[in-house]
């Protein structure tokens, strides 16, 4: 064997371990339907997501599809449901919210997955 062949079965190796781990990385995770079956019943209830809310109008929070550590930070910041929020500024990057008379600022990918109501 030669030099350059003992190089090729490494760089095989690594090459066949990337390309499994970006599959992994790409590919839909299990319960990517009981989450579709979850935003079907929140659009069919009334509900939509707050990056979608329109600006300077109020709205009811009313679904929280977020990480358990999320949740908690996000009742912190007086973000619960049953809670009127109000965009006040969306210029296509973080969203800044009126909420209990405080200024909050929300990251779309955020924003995406906190649901609300908007009043009749």
């Keep these: 064997m030669t030099g350059t062949s003992i190089l090729w ?4 190796i690594v090459s066949f371990a990337a390309i499994a781990l970006l599959a992994r990385r790409f ?8 989450i ?5 019943e ?6 939509l997501p707050l990056v979608d809310c329109p ?11 977020v990480d358990r550590c999320v949740i908690h930070r996000l ?19 973080p969203m800044l919210l009126s909420v209990r ?4 600022a929300l990251g779309r990918d955020l924003a995406e997955r ?5 009043p009749e």
């Design 9 to 12: 079965i490494p760089l095989a």
């Design 27 to 34: 590919a839909a995770p299990p319960e990517a339907s009981a």
């Design 36 to 40: 579709d079956e979850r935003v079907a």
């Design 42 to 47: 929140l659009v069919a209830a009334g509900f």
């Design 55 to 65: 600006r300077d109008r109020d709205a009811c929070l009313r679904c929280l599809q």
């Design 75 to 93: 009742i912190e910041l007086g973000l619960t449901p049953g809670t009127n929020v109000r965009v006040v500024q969306d210029a296509g990057g």
């Design 101 to 104: 008379g405080s200024r909050v």
């Design 114 to 118: 906190v649901w609300v109501e908007l």
